[in-house]
């Protein structure tokens, strides 16, 4: 959501910050999660694992780059291709925002497979997934709306989402391989008293 809010801001400078421009970032951002959905649906079914999980992170931050280092090498020649600023901004959002926001969709229905134990237990658990994914958007929103256009430049905000999700990805990595260092451990210590 932090992305998404300061969309309009980036795209500014060459379209506008009409209606019809706030129009393509929501229209491409619904379809990409939409897009990212599917995808990380169709990835769970294959031996999801948290190794996975993390590099869902770490590709969105390694995708977003484009939108704080190119920004302007991607509006601009749009912006003289095409006289229409609407579709100019829609051309706009998909380059900046398609890829990354797909695979930032992609965590969703991974984490409700990866959380799952049993049949009976996915409703409950993707219902709660929802809510806090949910409360985060709300606050992602209202952070980013009320205070942190107020305190940083647009680029900095983005640097420290990019960092967030490097983080997040890291976090997941570390948590995996000290709980599989755990069961390592436990393995051993198990095998040693066997014999």
Known sequence: MTIEMLGARI??????GSLSVWG????IFMLALACGYLIGGRLSMNKPNPV???????????????????ADAIMEPIFL???????????????MYFIPTSILGMISPYSVRLLVETQEHS???????????????????LGTSFYFVLWFEVNQILWGSVIALI??????LLV????NGSKSSNRVSAYEKQS
Request: proline share 4%; with cysteine; glycine share 10%.
């Open 11 to 16: 795209l500014s400078p060459y379209f506008g």
């Open 24 to 27: 393509s970032i929501i229209t």
């Open 52 to 70: 996975t999980y993390a590099m869902f992170f770490i590709a969105a931050a390694a995708f977003s780059l484009p939108i704080i280092l190119f």
């Open 81 to 95: 291709w095409i006289d229409d600023p609407r579709y100019g901004s829609l051309f706009a959002s998909i380059f």
């Open 123 to 141: 409703g409950q658990m993707a219902g709660q997934l929802f809510f806090v994914s949910t409360i985060g958007s709300a606050a992602g929103t």
């Open 167 to 172: 983080a997040s990805g890291c976090c997941v």
């Open 176 to 179: 995996n391989y000290l709980l």
